[in-house]
């Protein structure tokens, strides 16, 4: 590390930044791009379907149908790119970069691997050092405005399938937040602190999973409201409303929304594997190590990931009305009364 | 980087209330909203930062766009007659306020023996123990309030409980 900033002309800690940088933004974005083929390859399996295996590698290299993003990549750069008339120009060009910011910026505060100590200097695995004072509120933030990539999409393409999804989806992101916001509330509460390394470090010996189970199950419900995936996906709800909020988006456009859906998938994923499994922590190791903390947290996030694919082909759509009841009727008394028992069991241990 | 939030805020806040459409002028009021948790994240405050943006951002303008949304006409209404009387009053209302807070800053004593300011910053926990210890009798009367206008909420909403 201190040769190659030296060689460079850098300080270590900038070199190291610059890295964390490039690695927080390419990271999910490719584990995204992975995830479309996993989710199609994944769909035919649990569908009993082949899926895509067609495209193949100068005609010759099939790959389990790997070649088949970079085909699609392909064609939403070359697709003519359309805005519908009396759509709100500005706002519907807009639209993908208020999508895609916040499920870009949405991994930075996630530590992804054990800190470690190189040169008399700390390293750490996440892009906001502990200590920063936002800690897990903001993950929450970046997720409160990720909200309004899809109202801004519907109203700016003056489509009413698009207005009924934007609308649908706003309702749904306000109603889920309180139940996951809550549910997260307890975790501080055990903890004593909000920061995500101190979240990890107190869940040396027990995963949160086992003591807040019915945190975990409310945080993990809500996480699908707010990536908007199936069993909540009511802002696309492709047999009701044609494609929800993102019907008149085509080419890159389209592609940059539909990636920034699976980059939210992979954060959930991370948040979830942070606050209830222990992130990068390995069973039965107490010092992992860097290489094996990351591989740790890695297998973890992708099993998740898996489980929101694995949920999305398995489980009906709620309908609308089902999903305000649960939101507002069970997840919020469940988060509340698991709130309220860990604080009473806080207060008996003094 | 205070003079870039501080623009964003002022740009947002100017936007929102010159813009004749409801909506953009609902979004204007977020760029101006990111602008203040951006002036309170420099003013070392994180928390109040997030709070602003998971609090005002995330659910109170989306509740407003909402209902925005739901009504027919997305267009700021046209008065019936122009009302001069308002205009100029208001034009003088901001004008003496802009002029007070100017005049505040200028004869604040902090601004005249500058301090090195309070580095460490806000946490939740901190936050937490100041709102308890400190200002338990704000914090209830507020919980009180809120108590209240849910109920007055609710009972508007349905006639027959």
């Known amino acids: 590390m201190d040769q190659l900033s030296a060689l460079l002309h850098m300080s270590p800690a900038t070199l190291w930044m610059a890295f964390k940088v490039v690695l927080v933004f390419a990271g999910p974005l490719t584990l995204a791009a992975l995830m479309t083929w996993v989710e199609r390859r994944g769909s035919a399996m649990i569908q009993d379907r082949i899926g895509p295996n067609r495209a193949a590698l100068f005609g010759k290299w099939r790959l389990m149908g790997l070649p088949q993003l970079a085909a699609d990549g392909i064609k939403a750069f070359m697709k003519e790119d359309l805005v519908p008339p009396h759509a709100h120009k500005f706002l519907f060009w807009l639209t993908p970069i208020l999508a895609f910011l916040p499920a870009a910026l949405g991994f930075a505060v996630i530590p992804f691997g054990q800190s470690f100590q190189s040169g008399g200097q700390t390293y750490h695995l996440s892009l906001l050092d502990p200590g920063n004072g936002m800690g897990m509120l903001y993950p929450l933030a970046i997720g409160a405005t990720a909200v309004y990539g899809v109202l801004v999409a519907a109203w ?165 009305d089902q999903l305000m009841k649960m939101g507002w009727k069970v997840m919020l008394p469940l988060s509340l009364a698991n709130f309220l028992f860990h604080a009473f069991l806080m207060f008996r241990r003094g | 980087m205070f003079l870039i939030f501080a623009l964003i805020t002022l740009v947002g806040a100017l936007l929102m209330f010159r813009l004749k459409n409801l909506i953009t002028a609902g979004l204007s009021l977020v ?131």
């Open chain 1, 156 to 320: 700016s393409s003056n489509n009413k399938w698009a207005i009924l999804g934007g609308m649908r989806a706003s309702a749904q992101m306000v109603s889920y937040e309180l139940g996951m916001s809550l549910a997260v509330i307890s975790i501080f509460m055990t903890t004593g602190g909000y920061d995500p390394h101190q979240i990890i470090a107190a869940q040396h010996g027990m995963w949160n999973v086992g003591p807040q189970f019915v945190g975990f199950l409310v945080f993990f419900t809500c996480m699908f409201a707010e990536t908007n995936r199936l069993p909540f996906d009511f802002a696309e709800g492709e047999s009701e409303i044609v494609a929800g909020y993102f019907t008149e988006f085509g080419s890159m456009k389209f592609a940059l929304m539909y990636l920034s859906e699976f980059i939210h998938l992979v954060t959930a994923s991370a948040l979830i594997v942070t606050l209830y499994f222990g992130g990068w922590r390995v069973p039965f190791v107490a010092n992992p190590g860097v290489l094996l903390s990351v591989a740790a947290f890695l297998g973890k996030t992708l099993f998740f990931c898996w489980v929101f694919v694995w949920v999305r082909w398995t489980l009906p759509r709620f309908r609308y």
């Open chain 2, 31 to 161: 760029l101006c909203f990111i602008g203040i948790a951006g002036l309170f994240l420099l003013l070392g405050n994180p928390v109040a930062a997030a709070l602003q943006i998971i609090v005002y951002s995330g659910a109170i303008v989306v509740l407003v766009l909402f209902v925005i949304m739901l009504l027919a006409s997305h267009e700021e209404e046209k008065p019936e007659k122009p009302r001069g009387i308002q205009r100029w009053g208001s034009a003088v209302t901001v004008s003496a306020l802009g002029v007070g807070a100017i005049w505040i800053v200028k004869n604040s004593k902090i601004l005249a023996s500058p301090t090195t300011p309070n580095v460490d910053p806000m946490t939740l926990n901190r936050l937490g123990a100041s709102l308890f210890r400190e200002h338990l009798v704000g914090f209830e009367i507020a919980g009180l309030l809120l108590l209240a206008a849910m109920i007055a909420a609710v009972s508007l909403v349905k006639r027959e409980l």
